[in-house]
Structure formats: structure tokens, C-alpha cells
């Protein structure tokens, strides 16, 4: 039996990179499922999306991805799953305050090429799925 695809949630307000994204998750064997907004991100959550880990950036018009974060805590959505930020916001205060609101990783866009970004997703996941046997 195949294993079941990991899916992951990208939220970013750059379609570029959104589908550059898409594109290498899904060659590294993931189902990417994309959002142009938090708003987007949070109403396929409610309709029932359940993603195996999420990757998104803070800087977006309307919600940034800090309160997109706190809004999927507050909300009870894809609890127990990863939140990794992808930014190119790379002050700590930015980072500090992504780590309060429980985020599992913190990657800066512009020093980390795409595989490297799956890689770490990869890493993630591993650390927090349960193990099976």
C-alpha cells in the first residue's frame, strides 16, 4: 500500500512563489494545496482542510501571517499541525514573536533556496508525525 501524500498548506500573497512552491512540494511527493491570503487559508480550513503542516509568510496585505497564526489557535484550526513561517522578514523581534505564537520553524526566503525550504518541512514532519511502524 502506498503511504498516504502529506499536504501541505502554502499561504502567500505572491503567486510566483506560490506556484514555484506548489511545484517542488509536489515533486518532492507532498499534495500542495495553495492560499493567495490568510483569509483564503482560513476559510479552507473551516470547509475542513486538514494539512499535514502549513508554510506561510508573515507579510500579506488584509491579515499577516502573525495574525492568520493567532486566528487558526483562537479558531481551534489544524490544531496539532506545524506551522512553519516562510519570510523575508529575518529581525528577531519578527521571529521572537512567531515563536511565541508557537510556530515549529522560522525560514528567512531570501538566505534558503526551495529544496532546502522542503527539506526542512521534511525534517519537521518527521519530528512531529507519530511513529508508525
Do not use: H
Not at 49 to 59: A, E, K, R, T
Amino acid at each position: 500500500m502506498e503511504p498516504k501524500k502529506k499536504i501541505v498548506l502554502l499561504v502567500d500573497d505572491d503567486k510566483f512563489l506560490l506556484n514555484m512552491y506548489a511545484l517542488k512540494f509536489g515533486n518532492s511527493g507532498f499534495v500542495a494545496e495553495i492560499a493567495e491570503s490568510a483569509s483564503i487559508a482560513l476559510q479552507k480550513l473551516r470547509d475542513g482542510l486538514v494539512p499535514d503542516i502549513i508554510l506561510c509568510d508573515l507579510v500579506m496585505p488584509t491579515t499577516d501571517g502573525l495574525e492568520f497564526i493567532r486566528r487558526l489557535k483562537e479558531e481551534g484550526l489544524a490544531k496539532n499541525v506545524p506551522i512553519v513561517v516562510l519570510s523575508n522578514q529575518g529581525q528577531m523581534t519578527e521571529i521572537e514573536k512567531a515563536k511565541e505564537l508557537g510556530v515549529a520553524g522560522y525560514i528567512v526566503k531570501a538566505s534558503t533556496i526551495p529544496s532546502e525550504v522542503v527539506e526542512e518541512m521534511k525534517k519537521i514532519l518527521s519530528k512531529t508525525a507519530p511513529q508508525s511502524l
